[in-house]
């Protein structure tokens, strides 16, 4: 079992929509947890981190942990065709690991 | 300020040559990290390093070597060249060992088919 596990998708949806990205993780050591948007051959970006449980929102992002059930979540509102990417979740303990990307089409 | 950055950006390689991946970054991080992506995989390490002279393994580092002279500096070498080794490669750095989610900058990305 992968340590990360994320729905590669593809996910396609209307501009406008709000958009819901997951992934479950199976160590239930990890602290740090954190959304990166890769755009089409180029190098992932860090978009959000969060420590422990909680929420934190950035604009139209949300990122959301739920660590008695291992599941982590970015949720973007008001999506926009320039929000089209893979979006992978990864999460930190001692090494990084990543999930597989989920990619996501917003269309105008 | 360049940022991370990587070449070549493609190679084509025949099966047991070798070669070298170059990284460079000029934000005077400590911690460098090579990666490899691979569809339906997402990224996995290779080796990493802590600072100058300091380099340990990954998750995935067979058939890869690496060393670290100066902060700058970080090549990822192939010692000869299998097709399971056809991937996209991304070195990353960060200023500090990732404590506190520190943000890791990704450089561009090298594609290398091996035939």
């Known amino acids: 079992q992968k340590e990360v596990e994320q729905d590669p998708g593809p996910l396609s949806v209307p501009e406008g929509a709000i958009v819901s990205l997951n992934c479950t993780y199976s160590?239930?050591?990890?602290?740090?947890f954190m959304w990166y948007r890769q755009y089409s051959r180029k190098g992932p970006e860090l978009l959000m981190y969060?420590?422990?449980?909680g929420n934190k929102e950035d604009g139209r992002f949300t990122a959301q942990v739920d660590k008695s059930s291992k599941y982590i979540s970015l949720f973007i509102r008001d999506s926009q065709p320039s929000d089209s990417a893979t979006y992978l979740c990864?999460?930190?303990?001692?090494?990084?690991?990543f999930g597989a990307g989920t990619r996501l089409t917003v269309k105008p | 300020n360049a940022g991370v950055t990587q070449t070549p950006k493609f190679q084509v390689l025949k099966t047991g040559q070798s070669m070298t991946l170059q990284c460079a970054q000029d934000m005077n991080h400590e911690y460098m990290s090579w990666y490899r992506q691979d569809p339906g995989m997402g990224l996995r390490l290779i080796h990493y390093?802590?600072?100058?002279?300091?380099?340990d393994q990954g998750e995935v580092p067979n058939g890869y070597n690496v060393s670290r002279s100066t902060t700058e500096d970080f090549p990822l070498r192939l010692l000869s060249a299998a097709p399971s080794q056809t991937s996209v490669y991304f070195c990353?750095?960060?200023?500090?060992?990732?404590?506190?989610?520190?943000?890791?900058?990704f450089g561009p990305g090298t594609r290398l088919t091996v035939l």
């Open positions: 390093s802590v600072g100058a002279g300091i380099t």
């Open positions: 990864a999460t930190l303990e001692g090494d990084m690991r």
């Open positions: 990353a750095s960060s200023y500090s060992w990732l404590a506190g989610g520190d943000e890791q900058f």
């Open positions: 160590n239930s050591a990890f602290q740090y």
């Open positions: 969060t420590y422990s449980s």
